[in-house]
């Protein structure tokens, strides 16, 4: 178990990373367009993407509460886009399409609130600001839809240069990755539906105690 102090540093680093994301994803997207875009933002999205393996070794050795299966499942989606398409089908139109803003946007979105309210809730020993815990428990029932609706959008779009830069094979291996989304989505949101009705429990639990 790793002390909360590097936890709360591993946080606040990451959620600063995932700002920058955002921030240039969208700053970029507003003074170019289509591959520009991809170009001049898919190498730092690709590289911070890329340390969430770190998740995996958190979950795996109990640093974090994060159920292992739904960890492995959330960070190997994301490196299939980011190592699968944008690294090994850098001419894939899907990089030039709308979807790989969207994507960006709520992968950004999402682990911005994710890291800072983990960093924040260690700090204030379990009690995070109202708003940021309201944003954890309840804006993932957007981002997650927009999120993986982009993956697939990405993915699909992605076809057709998979099997011309790459093989055949390489397409009906993304066509059966885009199979098990709708299983695997299914899984991760439900899991997140969970969580949110274990907070508000205890929430009610507490306003009821307090009266």
């Excluded at 009906?172 to 899984?187: D, E, H, K, Q, R």
């Amino acid at each position: 178990m790793s002390s909360p102090s590097w936890i709360v540093n591993y946080n606040i680093i990451s959620g600063a990373l995932w700002s920058f994301v955002l921030v240039n994803t969208l700053l970029v997207a507003a003074l170019y367009s289509g591959y520009e875009v991809f170009d001049l933002t898919s190498t730092w999205n690709t590289l911070i993407q890329c340390c969430a393996v770190v998740e995996i070794y958190n979950s795996a050795v109990g640093n974090v509460r994060s159920p292992l299966v739904t960890t492995v499942m959330q960070v190997a989606s994301r490196l299939l886009l980011v190592i699968g398409i944008f690294t090994i089908l850098p001419d894939s139109p899907a990089n030039a399409h709308w979807s790989y803003i969207t994507m960006i946007t709520a992968w950004a979105i999402s682990e911005i609130i994710r890291y800072y309210y983990y960093a924040v809730n260690i700090l204030s020993e379990g009690n995070p600001p109202a708003i940021l815990k309201w944003l954890r428990y309840n804006a993932f029932l957007i981002l997650y839809p927009v999120g993986i609706s982009s993956e697939c959008t990405m993915i699909y779009n992605s076809l057709d240069e998979a099997a011309l830069a790459v093989g055949e094979w390489y397409k009906w291996f993304l066509i059966a990755c885009l199979a098990v989304y709708v299983p695997g989505s299914y899984v991760m949101y439900t899991h997140m539906l969970k969580q949110r009705r274990k907070e508000n429990k205890k929430q009610a639990a507490k306003t009821e105690k307090k009266e």
